[in-house]
T-cell receptor, first 113, second 115 residues
């Protein structure tokens, strides 16, 4: 069975600085997708970024980028120029052949002014 | 403009009661899901429907019964509520199931509190 691990329960970053959230996963599948979702205090789950495993190029969305290392089964999220509005829980998710999202336990990101 | 909506957003009820949570999506998606987020923020899938057909049914007590009257709606009915059912329940939808891994779009969640 696939598993997703987020080893950092909480991270802090100064406004305008860069922070990296880590995510590792375990799978025997070769085709799968990885996602980062953001959950602010409003509770809404917001898609941040998506990566297809067959693509070697790392996905990027504005200030958000990933470092996808397929062999190492690592999928970290880098947030550049952090803003106060980035403060939230961040969830890494895996989606493979079972079509079920498997979520990590989340990382709470605090942004310090 | 709301893509995935849920009602109610908050639900407080007594143990033993029966309650329903409704979900609607206007994205034209074929597949809808129910997730439970516990007090430790852990998210786990409960059910998934594709075009009104149940395709994922995780190990969930029989007291939970999803119903999909059409592909734009997926409701969750819970019988004989227990304290442990207190959680946030999220509805989500994606374009298709058979098409492979599709991004899921989440509703705002329903916080259920059982007293």
């Amino acid at each position: 069975a696939q598993t997703v691990t987020q080893s950092q329960p909480e991270m802090s970053v100064q406004e305008a600085e860069t922070v990296t959230l880590s995510c590792t996963y375990d799978t025997s599948e070769s085709d799968y997708y990885l996602f980062w979702y953001k959950q602010p205090p409003s509770r809404q789950m917001i898609l941040v970024i998506r990566q297809e495993a067959y693509k070697q190029q790392n996905a990027t969305e504005n200030r958000f980028s990933v470092n996808f290392q397929k062999a190492a089964k690592s999928f970290s999220l880098k947030i550049s120029d952090s803003q106060l509005g980035d403060a939230a829980m961040y969830f890494c998710a895996y989606l493979g052949g079972t079509y079920k999202y498997i979520f990590g336990t989340g990382t709470r990101l605090k942004v310090l002014a | 403009d709301t893509a995935v909506s849920q009602t109610p957003k908050y639900l407080v009820t007594q143990m033993g009661n029966d309650k329903s949570i409704k979900c609607e999506q206007n994205l034209g998606h074929d597949t809808m899901y129910w997730y439970k987020q516990d007090s430790k923020k852990f998210l786990k899938i409960m059910f998934s429907y594709n075009n009104k057909e149940l395709i994922i049914n995780e190990t969930v007590p029989n007291r939970f019964s999803p119903k999909s009257p059409d592909k734009a709606h997926l409701n969750l009915h819970i019988n004989s509520l227990e304290l442990g059912d207190s959680a946030v329940y999220f509805c989500a939808s994606s374009y298709s199931f058979a098409g492979g891994a599709d991004t899921q779009y989440f509703g705002p969640g329903t916080r259920l509190t059982v007293l």
